[in-house]
């Protein structure tokens, strides 16, 4: 019986429902004229009166349910589409008001599926790009050590002089493939919140003083002039201030890295607003096109005009900014034109009194 009614759609289910009910009064209306209850009369009457509404109900049956078959076989083919991949169907809101609920339901599952899938193949181009921007920048140091060391073993190099620079840049290439990896170990650390946030009251002024102080020789030697405002009365933030100065490092870094030779560096704070103190780090280079800057801080994206080896940077620099900013629950961005350079900013709370 269970396979026979698993092997009928739910408007045969419920015809033969009526069927069955019908029958069942019929045959008490037997009964009851075999048991002298009712005449011959009454019985044919009744017969017929039966059979009439079975017969009205069943037409009214087959009416009603024909919205409530559509509405399932809408929901199974679309079950099937998205079994198959595809997310871009959604039902139309028909059938009874259960079944307009379970298709804004459907509809809302549909879509946020949709989203879930976009957000995964999203993560797996990253991570191709990933793999391949890591292999290459692991590559070209690997390969540049590899051909000096092989010159040095065959004995190529007589020259001192020659010997002598062949020997720095394998130093020079070791650092640079040691400071990746570094980088790397960094940001991984951080994206899975093994580092500790111990925060302290205080000043962006020291700090930002420091950071220009440690970047002294690459000003002097590009003749960029810096030029700093601190608002007085700043009130002190709230930081880990060897993280804070790391960010405005980087940012400093990639200033001086892009701002032409005689170029002018601003480094500005604002004064708090909603609780946070806004700093902004503007250079003169050569500005970054606007398509870009949403990818600037994803983990070794570079613009196509510092992907250059001779211009250094692994990548990383701004990523592990962003990650350091969020942390203390601030926010990092970008505002920039092609040929008016750029302006890179960030927020970090104002110490709670």
Excluded at 44 to 59: C, E, K, P, R
């Amino acid at each position: 019986m269970n396979r026979f009614m698993g092997s009928v759609g739910l408007r045969t289910y419920l015809l033969l429902t009526s069927l069955v009910s019908i029958a069942a009064i019929l045959i008490s209306l037997f009964v009851s004229y075999r048991k002298m209850f009712l005449t011959l009369d009454e019985l044919i009457w009744l017969t017929l009166v039966t059979v009439g509404a079975g017969i009205l109900s069943l037409i009214v049956h087959l009416i009603m349910t024909r919205p409530i078959e559509r509405a399932i076989d809408m929901i199974s083919k679309e079950s099937q589409q998205i079994a198959q991949g595809d997310f871009r169907g959604e039902l139309p809101l028909i059938g009874p008001v259960e079944f307009q609920a379970m298709a804004v339901h459907f509809n809302e599952m549909s879509r946020q599926l949709n989203e879930s899938f976009q957000q995964l193949r999203s993560s797996e181009a990253s991570r191709r790009e990933l793999v391949a921007n890591v292999s290459h920048d692991l590559r070209t140091p690997l390969a540049s050590i590899q051909s000096f060391v092989e010159a040095l073993q065959d004995d190529l190099i007589e020259d001192p002089d020659t010997y002598k620079r062949y020997l720095s840049t394998i130093r020079l290439e070791t650092q640079r493939l040691s400071g990746l990896i570094n980088d790397l170990f960094d940001l991984s650390r951080r994206e899975a919140g093994a580092e500790s946030f111990e925060p302290e009251a205080y000043h962006l002024d020291n700090l930002i003083v420091e950071t220009l102080q440690s970047h002294l020789l690459q000003i002097e030697d590009k003749g960029i002039e810096v030029e700093g405002h601190i608002p007085e009365g700043l009130p002190p933030v709230s930081i880990m201030p060897n993280e804070i100065k790391r960010v405005v490092s980087n940012l400093l870094h990639n200033a001086l890295r892009h701002s032409p030779e005689g170029g002018k560096i601003r480094i500005y704070a604002q004064m708090p607003k909603d609780g946070f103190v806004l700093v902004t780090v503007e250079d003169q280079g050569e500005g970054i096109a606007e398509e870009e800057q949403v990818r600037l801080f994803e983990r070794f994206y570079r613009t196509d005009h510092s992907r250059s080896r001779a211009s250094g940077g692994s990548g990383l620099g701004l990523a592990i900014t962003k990650s350091i900013v969020e942390i203390h629950g601030g926010q990092v961005g970008v505002s920039s034109q092609l040929g008016k350079g750029s302006e890179f900013w960030f927020t970090v709370p104002v110490v709670q009194r």
